[in-house]
Nanobody
Framework: QVQLVESGGGLVQAGGSLRLSCAASGRMFSNYDMAWFRQAPGKEREFVADVNWSGAIRSYADSVKGRFTISRDNAKNTGYLEMASLKPEDTAIYYC????????????WGQGTQVTVSS
């Protein structure tokens, strides 16, 4: 069992930056792929970025490519999402997830952290 807790969300002006963290409990975190998803009001949850267990392989949604960076520190059992050049359309609740089951489906989810970008 892995528990995930996101932090680092907040209110930022367009063009600004934020760094989200995802702290994981349990020794198995370093064995799992992890990802970030987001859900804006009235919209379905969407994929943002993922990284494999070692941190060597990363992928991004087209909407964030070049602006967001996903990373992880397995020694600290923590994943990160660095967000730069934020836009109002990035406003959403951001969730981290771990332990990929298939495709972009994950077994463990955090409770989410709110990111609001003002114009």
């Amino acid at each position: 069992q892995v528990q995930l807790v996101e932090s680092g969300g907040g209110l930022v002006q367009a063009g600004g930056s934020l760094r989200l963290s995802c702290a994981a409990s349990g020794r198995m975190f370093s064995n799992y792929d992890m990802a970030w998803f987001r859900q804006a009001p009235g919209k379905e949850r969407e994929f943002v970025a993922d990284v494999n267990w070692s941190g060597a392989i990363r992928s991004y949604a087209d909407s964030v490519k070049g602006r967001f960076t996903i990373s992880r520190d397995n020694a600290k059992n923590t994943g990160y999402l660095e967000m730069a050049s934020l836009k109002p359309e990035d406003t959403a609740i951001y969730y981290c997830a771990a332990s990929r089951t298939e495709g972009r489906k994950y077994r463990y989810w955090g409770q989410g952290t709110q990111v609001t970008v003002s114009s």
